[in-house]
C-alpha cells in the first residue's frame, strides 16, 4: 500500500499561493472599485496573523497546562467580539456585554459538550484538539453573532412605530418585539443552514479537506465534519438566541416603554 505523508510548503509554494492575492487586487483596481488597497493589506494581515498564531501555537502545545489554552481561547472570543463589532454600522445598546457575554456561553458551552461527550479525549485542555475546534465554532458563530445584533438594531429602528402601536394596545415589551425577533433569528441561521444544504455536492469544506490532505481516510473525515458542522450549527443557534434575548430588553425600560 502506498504511504501517505503530508506534502510540505516552502516559501516559494507560499509565494506562488500569493499571487492569486496580488491578481486578486489587480482585478480589482482594473474594475476601479477602490478596494485594491484594503484587500491588500487585509491579505497582509492574514498573513502575520497566522504566522504568529502558528508560533503561539507551538509553544502553547509544549506547555501540559489548561491555563494557556484557556487563555488562548478567551483572546480568540475579544478578537471575535472587536471583528464583529466593526462590522456594525448600529450597534445596539450595550454591544459588547450582550454580545460577549453570549458567544462566551453559546460557543463556550458547545466547545466543551463537544469536546468533552462527542470526541472524547484526555485530558480535557489539550490544545491541538481544544483549540482548532473552539477556533471552527467561535469563527462560524462570530458571523451567526453579527446577522443577529445587525438585524435587530435594525428591525427596532425600522419598526419602531409599529412596536409603540403594538404596546399601546396592551402589548408587554417581548410581544411587541416578537415579529422583530423573528427576522433577526431567521438572519442569523440563512448562512448556516445555505452551509449545511451545500456542503459535500456544492463543496467540500475545509477540515474535511484538510484531514484527507494530511492523509485520513475519506469515511473518518467525513464523520468528524458531520460532527463539527453539528456543533457549528448549536453554537451559531444558542448564540444568537442569547443575543436576541438580551438585546431587545435594551431597547426597552422596565415599565415596557420604547426608550
Known amino acids: 500500500m502506498e504511504s501517505r505523508h503530508i506534502v510540505p510548503l516552502d516559501l516559494l509554494q507560499l509565494t506562488y499561493a500569493y499571487g492569486l492575492i496580488l491578481l486578486s487586487v489587480a482585478l480589482a483596481r482594473l474594475c476601479g472599485i477602490g478596494q485594491e488597497k484594503k484587500l491588500f493589506w487585509v491579505s497582509i494581515r492574514m498573513v502575520l496573523q497566522l504566522l504568529a498564531v502558528g508560533y503561539l501555537l507551538n509553544l502553547v502545545f509544549a506547555v501540559r497546562s489548561p491555563a494557556p489554552v484557556l487563555l488562548m481561547l478567551l483572546a480568540m472570543t475579544g478578537f471575535s467580539l472587536q471583528v464583529a463589532g466593526s462590522r456594525i454600522k448600529k450597534r445596539m445598546p450595550h454591544f459588547y456585554r450582550v454580545v460577549g457575554s453570549s458567544i462566551v456561553i453559546g460557543c ?5 459538550y463537544f469536546c468533552l461527550l462527542v470526541v472524547g479525549y484526555t485530558p480535557w ?7 482548532p475546534l473552539a477556533g471552527m465554532i467561535i469563527g462560524n458563530a462570530m458571523n451567526g453573532a453579527t446577522l443577529a445584533a445587525e438585524r435587530l438594531s435594525c428591525e427596532m429602528h425600522d419598526r419602531r412605530e409599529e ?3 403594538a404596546i399601546c394596545l396592551g402589548a408587554d415589551a417581548r410581544q411587541a418585539a416578537e415579529p422583530a425577533l423573528r427576522a433577526a433569528y431567521t438572519a442569523s441561521l ?3 443552514m ?3 444544504a451545500a456542503t459535500g455536492i456544492v463543496a467540500l ?3 474535511m479537506t484538510g484531514q484527507i490532505l494530511s492523509g485520513t481516510e475519506p469515511v473518518i473525515a467525513v464523520r468528524y465534519q458531520i460532527a463539527i458542522m453539528c456543533a ?4 451559531v443557534a444558542i448564540t444568537s438566541f442569547l443575543i436576541l434575548l ?3 430588553r435594551q431597547y426597552f425600560t422596565k415599565a415596557h416603554q420604547l426608550r
Not at 108 to 112: E, I
Not at 232 to 235: N, W
Open 163 to 165: 412596536i409603540e402601536t
Open 125 to 131: 485542555f489539550d490544545p491541538r484538539y481544544l483549540i
Open 205 to 207: 469544506p475545509g477540515m
Open 190 to 192: 440563512i448562512p448556516t
Open 232 to 235: 457549528i450549527t448549536g453554537a
Open 108 to 112: 463556550g458551552g458547545v466547545t466543551f
Open 194 to 196: 445555505n452551509t449545511m
Open 246 to 248: 438580551q438585546g431587545y
